[in-house]
């Protein structure tokens, strides 16, 4: 049985990821306007990715004093290649441009090269300002981590499978955000500190100049940026055959719930960036370890209780 796309859906996959990535930053770009008290209007937000992109496309690149330009090349290219390959396993509908097997723990590989790729960036540069923005998202990293490793550890057990279409195959009936809440919680909130976003955006922190991004201007800049962007998004859909169904629904196509759906929680993701100032390392790394690591494993175990005495979710 095939259960993966047509190979011509590998070139269709960048395609979506960048438009849903361009709704995202209008998007983001609105919402910063009204928080600030200035409405942006939707036509110049729309526009603004595009006129940004193009800014830095034609823009000089910046060399440092003895920066390791190999290395820093490296890291913002492996960000949105990372992006790309981590949305490979998420079903554009019911079915996934790559099946594998071990889907989850593809996905999961795919966010620890980002790891590397920022953490490559700041140390390229051969800057202190870089280095620490470097440190600080491999710092919020080990932060991050163990609970989303819990969370998507939990639905894989739920469904009994790593295969991504086995978990929305068992999401037919009861989706798993409704006996899954704890983990569908700590999943989004490690989404947005993968991709450094909003509350968790100190890798790339004004007190620093801009972080693990200080020394990156034109293409670098555009590189990286862009593959922030594209991870959001990547985490954003993860979660849609992870906990809320896939493209199981009423009335509309599977495609178009995994769009929605999709669509819901990279709304919900942006929202948080303009409701929550950036929280210090030292204590996101104590709510992290204090709180949810042990509600996670808790709720790991709790699913893992209830698929062997009944058998399944």
Do not use: C
Not at 23 to 34: E, K, L, Q, S
Not at 91 to 120: H, K, Q, S, T
Not at 213 to 225: C, K, M, S, T
């Amino acid at each position: 049985m095939i259960t993966a796309l047509p190979l011509g859906w590998t070139a269709v996959l960048p395609v979506l990821l960048v438009a849903l990535a361009w709704a995202a930053a209008t998007w983001d770009a609105v919402a910063g306007g009204r928080a600030a008290g200035r409405p942006v209007p939707w036509a110049v937000a729309a526009t603004g990715p595009w006129r940004e992109g193009a800014r830095l496309l034609v823009g000089q690149r910046r060399r440092g004093v003895a920066s390791d330009e190999l290395l820093r090349g490296v890291g913002g290219g492996m960000l949105p290649v990372a992006a790309l390959l981590a949305a490979a396993v998420v079903p554009l509908g019911l079915r996934p441009v790559a099946d594998l097997a071990e889907g989850i723990v593809w996905f999961n590989a795919m966010e620890v090269l980002a790891w590397a790729a920022v953490w490559l960036v700041g140390w390229g540069a051969n800057s202190t300002l870089s280095l620490i923005g470097g440190y600080r998202f491999v710092a919020q990293g080990l932060a991050y981590e163990l609970p989303h490793m819990f969370a998507i550890i939990t639905a894989a057990v739920g469904a009994q499978s790593l295969r991504v279409t086995d978990v929305v195959d068992a999401q037919q009936g009861l989706w798993f955000v409704v006996v899954m809440p704890v983990a569908f919680v700590a999943f989004l909130l490690s989404a947005a500190a993968m991709a450094f976003w909003g509350p968790f955006d100190a890798p790339l922190g004004r007190d620093v100049a801009g972080g693990a991004a200080a020394e990156l201007a034109g293409v670098d800049r555009l590189l990286f940026a862009g593959g922030r962007w594209l991870l959001l998004v990547a985490a954003a859909a993860m979660a849609v055959p992870l906990f809320l169904g896939g493209g199981h629904g009423p009335w509309l196509p599977p495609w178009a719930w995994v769009l929605v759906k999709t669509a819901a929680v990279l709304a919900a993701l942006v929202a948080l960036r303009h409701r929550i100032p950036t929280i210090r390392m030292e204590r996101w790394t104590e709510f992290s370890w204090v709180v949810l690591v042990p509600a996670t494993i808790a709720q790991a175990l709790v699913v893992s209780v209830v698929v062997l005495t009944e058998g399944g979710m």
